[in-house]
C-alpha cells in the first residue's frame, strides 16, 4: 500500500511541473530600489515562457497576476501598485508575459527577510 501512494505522490508532482519563477540579479541589495523578475515557466526543461493562467471568465486578466504582496516581520504589504507588466522573449523569437514588482521606500530598507508572493490565476 505504501508503494502505491509513493507512486501516486510522484506522478501527482510531476503534473505540477509549470512554475512561477520569481528572478533578480541583485542577491543583496545596499542601495536603491530593488527589481524583481517574474514569469511563468517549466524551468526543468528549459521550457519556454508561458503565457499565465485565466479569471473565471476565461480571459487572460492584465499581466495574469491575481495578488502580488510580500510579507516581512509578520505584516503582509500589497504590492499590486509597484508590480508592472512586461514582456519576455522565449525561445524561438516567441514573447510572453511577465511582471517586474519593484520593492523601494524607507519600509523596504529596515533589516530582515522579506518573502514575496506572486498568486497567479490557473492556467
Do not use: C
Request: aromatic share 10%; net charge neutral; proline share 4%.
Amino acid at each position: 500500500m505504501h508503494k502505491l501512494l509513493i507512486v501516486a505522490a510522484v506522478f501527482a508532482a510531476s503534473a505540477f511541473a509549470h512554475f512561477e519563477v520569481l528572478y533578480t540579479p541583485a542577491t543583496v541589495v545596499e542601495s536603491g530600489d530593488a527589481r524583481i523578475s517574474s514569469f511563468f515557466t517549466h524551468p526543468f526543461e528549459g521550457g519556454p515562457i508561458m503565457t499565465r493562467g485565466k479569471g473565471r471568465d476565461g480571459a487572460v486578466e492584465g499581466d495574469g497576476v491575481k495578488e502580488v504582496f510580500v510579507v516581512h516581520r509578520g505584516e503582509r504589504s500589497n504590492l499590486r501598485s509597484a508590480t508592472r507588466e512586461v514582456k519576455w522573449m522565449a525561445r524561438g523569437g516567441l514573447s510572453a508575459q511577465g511582471s517586474e514588482i519593484t520593492l523601494s521606500g524607507p519600509s523596504f530598507r529596515s533589516m530582515g527577510d522579506y518573502a514575496v508572493v506572486v498568486v497567479g490565476y490557473p492556467y
